[in-house]
């Protein structure tokens, strides 16, 4: 099992390939949301993931620096496999975020756009609901920020 953080300039075809099937397969199949996963800011994006032991991505995200999605830096397409789920891998994922967050970024304030029923999970990693919830993609949202340093 392996964690890898590339930025977009370096991944491979079949990297890439791997990482959209899985967002694809949660965000566009199992949540069944017809819409653009691939939205223009893959490019801007520093890219972690995990393999399993026979190599395929079972949990993803993206990393922006400051001024590209908000104000802030940003954690996004979050997305774990049906089959690690509740194993502990998002937990880890979101870990290894913020850590790449620390490091290349001085440990600065985060927002992310988070699904509501996640909302109790980010709390745990110091995150605080800012503004109400709103629907994307036909599914509850609500930005929340974590403080710089938190």
């Known amino acids: ?9 370096d991944l491979t075809r079949d990297e890439l390939y ?4 899985l967002r694809q397969r949660v965000f ?3 949540q069944r949301c017809a819409y653009l996963d691939n939205d223009g800011h893959d490019a801007d994006a520093v890219h972690l993931w995990h393999t399993d032991s026979e190599g395929r991505v079972d949990a993803y995200l993206r990393v922006f620096g400051p001024g590209i999605k908000y ?6 397409r979050v997305v774990t496999a049906p089959e690690v789920r509740r194993t502990g891998l998002g937990r880890a994922l979101v ?17 992310i756009s988070a699904q509501a ?18 629907l994307e993609d036909d599914i509850p949202h609500c930005e929340m920020l974590r403080p710089r340093g938190a």
């Open 18 to 21: 791997d990482v959209l099937t």
């Open 117 to 134: 029923y996640l909302e109790r999970f980010y709390e745990d990693f110091g995150f605080r609901r800012v503004g109400e919830n709103y």
């Open 28 to 30: 566009v199949v199992e």
């Open 95 to 111: 870990a290894k975020g913020l850590d790449v967050v620390a490091a290349r970024f001085d440990g600065a304030a985060v927002r």
């Open 71 to 76: 104000a802030e830096t940003s954690l996004g």
């Open 1 to 9: 099992m392996t964690w890898t953080l590339k930025p977009w300039r």
